[in-house]
Every structure is written in structure tokens, then in C-alpha cells.
């Protein structure tokens, strides 16, 4: 895929129907029997994929398979919010398949009712109406239909796939809201035979409210321990933007957001109107993501979740046990794609940032190289990335692997074990002054003085803006 070249959705579309053609049928979910409804299987199914799948982390661990023959991949290799963005397609396109197969619905125009479901996706409910007369009198779409839903498409990919610097965890609660409407507008859609446009507009206000509902609380989380930089509520206002959420809702959270920075609000009154068991696990679910990510969790995040899953009536019991799925689906799915793509915006990162990631590091320089030591190979790696020789792409993986294991190792610098975290060492790299290896093994030896060895002490204050 190559985005912004015409006719990439097309070819990818068409690949993945000739993935799902050759792979094994999708197996009726657990509990349920071949003797069961289409909508009921599809309906367990979609509630299963959306997990597995790792659209609910916002990292899909596999975005399918091209056919064989053919391929949408560049020629060269592609920036990390592509690689993703084409994991996302293609899994979303999976899913419709799965569905439209445990549903029993007939063989048709596959990659055309795909696309008229990515449409539906993008808000386009007059393409998507389009599509489906022209499929309805026996028509390919035009291109000027495909050429529309690509654009829609190119312009969310850059929002699917990371966050900035500064700002909200953001990206998983949204692709998941995402997911979930697009899942059960193939539901609708292959179920039903047919696409109603009143569905497809409550199923993207329902999205457009979780999103809502998530910046809320997001917002909360963020102002637990600190009110917020400028920077960082600037990079928060622009990600509301980012949502492209109806104006009316958007004005009403852009307010709500605001007053958060100033004084904290009612969680009670915030998630008041959840009621849903699903929609309380998600929001519950994504603010552990975000409490996580930075590798540590403070005194008053902690005392937020308490607070938020009884707010949503969430048992203890229930809280342990998502933080438990969240470990293990990232303990299993170590060569996800990296989903806070941090690297462009480097330049962001304020002196307060910069200054406390260099406390953490410079804390840990001796613990971190002699674990990077003990790894073996990993020392001759960054050796030659700190002389600006090339690795080649096996050795940027193994060295991708060992530095997780190495960070993994030391608490304090668990933040560069989380997704996206060799991309956020490598940005900080280029910004702190002062090299990761020993003078040993830079260009111009210097020697190292006593007073940097193991200077501050006590724990680092936490540390928040970064998703």
C-alpha cells in the first residue's frame, strides 16, 4: 500500500478477500453451536475478535496475510504509522469477512461491500448509499467512489496511529470505538441484506460519544498529579480536534476538557449515563492502558481507577483482572507494531520532559550498561548505531528484542519497554546531552567524573506526558 497513490484501498481490499477465501473457515465461538443463528454467532464472534485481535490495545497483531502473487506493500520500507495503518485496514476487513461467513450470508461483492462499510467508517453515509444501489442494480462502484472513501481513509490514518508527545493515551480507546462500530455495522449490514443509513448514524454518533466519554477521563487521569503544561494542553485540544467528532459534541468537550485542566470534575457525573457492562469495562480498560504506559503508576492514578471503577460499579475483582489481560497480551504480542510513534515529534518534548527522563536515565546508567553488557550482542549494536554505521533489518529486530528484555529489567526504566518505547529512547537520544555509552566507546573519550555516578536519589516524579 502506498498511500496517496489512487487505487492502494482497491488492491488491498482485493487481497484480503483472497486471503479469506484460502484460510480456514472462522470457528463458531465457544458456547454456541453450529445450530445457532448467523447473527448470534457473528454477534460472539465480534465481541472475541475485538480482543484477540489486539484492536482493544490498539496494536492488531496481524494485519492478514496478501495473496499470493500479488501485494499492496511498498517497495521500500515503510514508516512505522503505515505499517500500522495497514494492519488496521486489514484487520477491520477480516473481521467483516469472518462475520459475513458465520452470518451465512450469500457470496457477493465482497471487496465492493467492503467498501461500502469503510465508507460507513469515514461518516460517508452518501457514498456508502451509492455503493449500495450500484450494487443493488448489478454495478462496480466507480472510482470516483473508491477515490473518496480512500481520501476519508488516508486522512484518519495519521490519527490511527500514534499520539504526540504531549497529550492523551488516546489512540487504542479510539481505534477500539472504531472497531466495535465497524464490527457491528457489518453485523447490520450482512445480516440484514441490505444497508440501513439510520443504523449506520447511531452507530457513529455511539462511537463518537465513547470517544467523548474517554477524553473525559483521560483528561482526569492526566490532571491527577499535575495540572498540565501548556504544551501538553494544547497537544490535548488538538487531539479533540483530531477526533473529528460532530461540532456540537465537540464544542461540549472541548469545554468539559478545559475545565478539567483548571479544577478536577465528578467522575460519578462524568460516566453518570454508562450503563452498558461493555461500555464500562472499555472505559475502565482504557484507563488502565493509559496509567500504564509510562512504565509506573502514582499514588493518585491509582487512587483515580479506584475511584472510576467505583464510580462504574466495577468490582475489585474485575479491575485485577484487566490488568492482568493487559500484561499478557503485551508479554505475547512483543512484535505488535509500535502504536506512540513519538520519534517525529521529538522536537516537542519540553525541558520538563527532557529533564526528567535524563534524571531516570542518568540514575540507572551504570545498571543499564551492565545489563546491556550481559546481553552480549546488544553492546556491539548500539556501538555501531553511536558511530552512524547502518544495522541492517535482522539487526534492528534483535536489537529491538534485547533492548525490551534490558529495560524490562530495570523498573525504573520500564517506560522503554512499553509500545513505542525504543522509538521514544532513540527521539531522546538525539535531545539529552549525554551518550548512552560508555566513554569507551564514543569518537572522543572523556573522562567520566565521580560526581556522575548514581546522582539524585528517591523516586523521580511521575511521569505522564508521553503517549
Not at 455503493?131 to 448489478?138: A, M, N, S, T
Not at 550481559?374 to 553511536?386: M, P
Request: with cysteine; net charge neutral; proline share 5%.
Amino acid at each position: 500500500m502506498d498511500l496517496g497513490k489512487a487505487g492502494w484501498l482497491s488492491s488491498m481490499l482485493e487481497e484480503s478477500v483472497a486471503a479469506h477465501v484460502r484460510a480456514p473457515a472462522p470457528v463458531v465461538p465457544p458456547g454456541l453451536s453450529d445450530s445457532s443463528s448467523g447473527r448470534a454467532r457473528a454477534r460472539s464472534y465480534l465481541r472475541r475478535m475485538l480482543r484477540a485481535s489486539g484492536l482493544l490495545y490498539g496494536t492488531p497483531a496481524d494485519g492478514g496475510v496478501p495473496a499470493e502473487g500479488v501485494s499492496s506493500e511498498p517497495s521500500g520500507p515503510a514508516a512505522p504509522e503505515e505499517v500500522l495503518f495497514r494492519a488496521v485496514v486489514r484487520t477491520f476487513a477480516r473481521m467483516a469477512l469472518d462475520i459475513a461467513a458465520l452470518a451465512g450470508t450469500p457470496l457477493g461483492p465482497r471487496r465492493e461491500q467492503l467498501l461500502l462499510l469503510f465508507a460507513v467508517l469515514t461518516g460517508q453515509l452518501d457514498e456508502a448509499q451509492a455503493i449500495e444501489e450500484k450494487l443493488r442494480q448489478g454495478h462496480e462502484a466507480p472510482k470516483r467512489l473508491w477515490g473518496r472513501v480512500e481520501d476519508a481513509l488516508e486522512r484518519r490514518a495519521l490519527s490511527l496511529s500514534g499520539d504526540p508527545a504531549y497529550g492523551l493515551v488516546l489512540h487504542n480507546g479510539a481505534l477500539y470505538a472504531d472497531g466495535h462500530m465497524f464490527g457491528r455495522q457489518a453485523l447490520d449490514y450482512f445480516s440484514r441484506g441490505g444497508f440501513n443509513r439510520e443504523m449506520a448514524r447511531r452507530r457513529i454518533d455511539f462511537a463518537a460519544r465513547q470517544k467523548a466519554l474517554l477524553v473525559e477521563v483521560l483528561t482526569g487521569l492526566a490532571c491527577v498529579d499535575r495540572q498540565p503544561s501548556f504544551s501538553a494542553r494544547r497537544a490535548i485540544l488538538r487531539q479533540v480536534e483530531d477526533l473529528g467528532l460532530p461540532d456540537a459534541l465537540e464544542g461540549e468537550l472541548r469545554t468539559a476538557v478545559r475545565q478539567s485542566f483548571e479544577r478536577r470534575g465528578s467522575l460519578s457525573t462524568a460516566v453518570k449515563d454508562v450503563r452498558s457492562v461493555d461500555l464500562r469495562r472499555f472505559i475502565l480498560e482504557q484507563t488502565l492502558l493509559a496509567s500504564l504506559v509510562d512504565g509506573r503508576r502514582t499514588r493518585g492514578e491509582r487512587a483515580f481507577i479506584d475511584q472510576l471503577a467505583h464510580a462504574l460499579r466495577v468490582p475489585e475483582s474485575t479491575v485485577h483482572q484487566l490488568e492482568l489481560e493487559v500484561a499478557e497480551f503485551y508479554a505475547k504480542n512483543r512484535s505488535v507494531v509500535d502504536v506512540f510513534t513519538v520519534s517525529s515529534a521529538a522536537n516537542l518534548m519540553g525541558e520538563d520532559m527532557v529533564s526528567r527522563m535524563q534524571n531516570t536515565l542518568e540514575r540507572n546508567f551504570h545498571r543499564l550498561m551492565q545489563e546491556v553488557r550481559e546481553t552480549g550482542e546488544l553492546y556491539h549494536l548500539l556501538t555501531k548505531v553511536a558511530r552512524g554505521q547502518t544495522l541492517t533489518a535482522e539487526e534492528r529486530q534483535r536489537m529491538r528484542a534485547q533492548l525490551i528484555d534490558v529495560a524490562k529489567a530495570i523498573p525504573a526504566l520500564a517506560i522503554f519497554a512499553a509500545p513505542g518505547g525504543m522509538l521514544l529512547l532513540v527521539a531522546l537520544a538525539k535531545v539529552l546531552p549525554f551518550n548512552l555509552l560508555p566513554s569507551s566507546f564514543q569518537d572522543e573519550p572523556e573522562p567520566v567524573s565521580p560526581e556522575g555516578e548514581g546522582t539524585g536519589g528517591g523516586d523521580e516524579p511521575p511521569v505522564r506526558e508521553v503517549g
